[in-house]
């Protein structure tokens, strides 16, 4: 994993630059946050989307609202970085 830090307006990003899966669960999400504070200062992540495990981008599974809480509790923006269009939404179907 590499940080970078990019810095416009007096706001710092913090860059993540990873082949690997950093965040599986939402302790290693917490270790990245604290991480990122620590390294950089920055309240900013841009995170590339091949660092998340799968199961993030399935939102039955509960993982991406446990995470991204996780974000807005320790006050920490979020933003993640790819190609989206191999995923679609189930269309649900309701009844009257």
């Known amino acids: 994993m590499n940080i970078k830090q990019l810095e416009q307006n007096g706001v710092i990003t913090a860059q993540i630059e990873s082949e690997e899966t950093l965040i599986s669960d939402v302790q290693s999400a917490l270790d990245l946050m604290a991480t990122?504070?620590?390294?950089?200062?920055?309240?900013?992540?841009?995170?590339?989307?091949?660092?998340?495990?799968?199961?993030?981008f399935v939102l039955s599974s509960g993982l991406a609202?446990?995470?991204?809480?996780?974000?807005?509790?320790?006050?920490?923006?979020?933003?993640?970085?790819?190609?989206?269009?191999?995923?679609?939404?189930?269309?649900?179907?309701?009844?009257?």
């Open 65 to 96: 609202g446990d995470i991204l809480q996780k974000f807005v509790n320790y006050q920490m923006k979020l933003a993640i970085i790819g190609d989206f269009s191999g995923y679609t939404s189930k269309q649900q179907r309701h009844l009257s």
């Open 36 to 56: 990122v504070r620590y390294e950089t200062g920055a309240d900013r992540v841009a995170l590339p989307k091949a660092a998340l495990d799968e199961r993030f």
